[in-house]
């Protein structure tokens, strides 16, 4: 399994960006997006599940975040709009497979004030 992140970047607060991840080498069941801010522990943003694209998203960004999946081309993006410093953290894309799940390398999401 490999995941390929992208979209992370720099970013003025009230600005967007829209992360992107690409998975290969499996059929995945659930998709998501967690961040990790310096200092604090993992958490979920959103998640989002292959049958019927049932969502879940952070009450930390309903309404500004957004997750989609295309399942012809397994990838998954999270639409960041209304960006706040407290949205500052790296963010990981995670799948899970079968009994396992599996996390992408992280890309750093920095919002200034």
């Known amino acids: 399994v490999q995941l390929v992140e992208s979209g992370g970047g720099l970013v003025q607060a009230g600005g967007s960006l829209r992360l992107s991840c690409a998975a290969s080498g499996s059929t995945f069941r659930f998709m998501g997006w967690y961040r990790q801010a310096p200092g604090k522990q993992r958490e979920q943003v959103a998640t989002?599940?292959?049958?019927?694209?049932?969502?879940s998203h952070a009450d930390s960004v309903k309404g500004r975040f957004t997750i989609s999946m295309d399942t012809t081309k397994n990838t998954m993006d999270l639409q960041m709009t209304s960006l706040k410093p407290e949205d500052t953290a790296v963010y990981y894309c995670?799948?899970?497979?079968?009994?396992?799940?599996?996390w992408g390398q992280g890309t750093q999401v920095t919002v200034s004030s």
């Open positions: 995670n799948v899970v497979a079968g009994s396992r799940e599996y």
């Open positions: 989002i599940a292959r049958g019927g694209g049932v969502t």
